[in-house]
């Protein structure tokens, strides 16, 4: 017996991508028998099945790119450089209403994962285990340095993409088959090692969890050992890997409405180049 997957990376600002692939695929009534994303695709992922793609449409080209959220507005409003609690908590949830109780209610078959630092590794919270306040959502999202830790019942999380930037091993954890994997980088993309930098900065503001900067070193091989489980399954055919056709101007952490906008509207474009090919893997796997 099949079981199809959808599987979201991460990614920052280049979530838009993410954000208008998963419109096409509401806009198809296109179902999957298990749902896991990371970072940005966490959130994205749980606005889908919540039926509301058009507050990711919105978070997507124009909460996130809001100049106060990002810079040095934002640092001298919460301490930290990007201020996703305002994104979550004033723009979500008050402005939008958004939560996450249609996933909590039934039960449905997802999953986001979160790199918790009181464990030093990713895990992963299923549909029973997320709160209404959508904190753990905010968790997923929590860049290392730049954003804040968020606790929640006993756990404090950030992005989990420190160790799972695509997490195509989970969903073959959880049995899945066949999958539909959207990345918001191109196939070819490379990824350098840490800087020196960077790990010294894990190591002073994480001293709690020393773990975390030792997983940042090696981020780059388990990205790539990611991406090998994906080129071999779209190889052999149990896979297709949507991502970005073209290059646009747009960093994890900054972006102006009208290139998240192109972007969005890119990602619902190469969803629908490829419709032929999806359809087929879905069938295949029925």
């Known amino acids: 017996m099949e079981k199809l997957g959808l599987v979201l990376e991460g ?17 198809n009534n296109v179902k999957f028998d298990y749902y896991v994303g990371i970072s940005s695709g966490a959130a994205y992922l749980s606005f889908y099945l919540e039926d509301r793609v058009e507050v990711a449409h919105k978070m997507a ?50 999953e986001v994962g979160c790199y918790d630092l009181a464990q030093g590794k990713t895990i992963y919270f299923n549909a029973e285990q997320l709160d209404r306040e959508m904190k753990i959502i905010r968790g997923a999202c929590a860049l290392p340095i730049a954003s804040a830790v968020v606790d929640v019942n006993g756990y404090r999380l950030m992005d989990g993409g420190i160790t799972k930037m695509i997490p195509i091993e989970r969903a073959l954890e959880q049995n899945c088959t066949k999958c539909l994997v959207i990345t918001t980088k191109p196939k070819d993309y490379v990824r350098k090692p840490s800087s020196k930098i960077v790990c010294w ?10 773990q975390m900067a030792e997983d940042y070193k090696v981020r780059h091989l388990n990205y790539y050992k990611q991406r090998k489980i994906i080129d ?55």
């Open 11 to 27: 990614g920052g600002i280049r979530g838009a991508y993410t954000a208008g692939a998963l419109e096409w695929l509401k806009d």
């Open 201 to 210: 900065l894990m190591k002073l503001i994480y001293r709690e969890c020393p």
């Open 61 to 110: 080209t124009y909460y996130t790119c809001q100049k106060d959220v990002v810079g040095l507005k934002a640092l001298l409003r919460c301490g930290h450089y990007v201020d996703y609690q305002r994104v979550f908590e004033e723009d979500m949830r008050k402005k939008e209403g958004m939560n996450v109780d249609k996933i909590i209610s039934e039960n449905l078959p997802m």
């Open 232 to 286: 071999d399954m779209c190889e052999k055919g149990d896979a297709i890997n949507i991502y970005p056709s073209k290059t646009l101007k747009v960093s994890r952490w900054k972006g102006d409405p009208a290139t998240c906008e192109e972007l969005y509207q890119l990602g619902y474009s190469d969803m629908e180049k490829q419709k032929d090919q999806i359809f087929a893997l879905l069938q295949n796997g029925e």
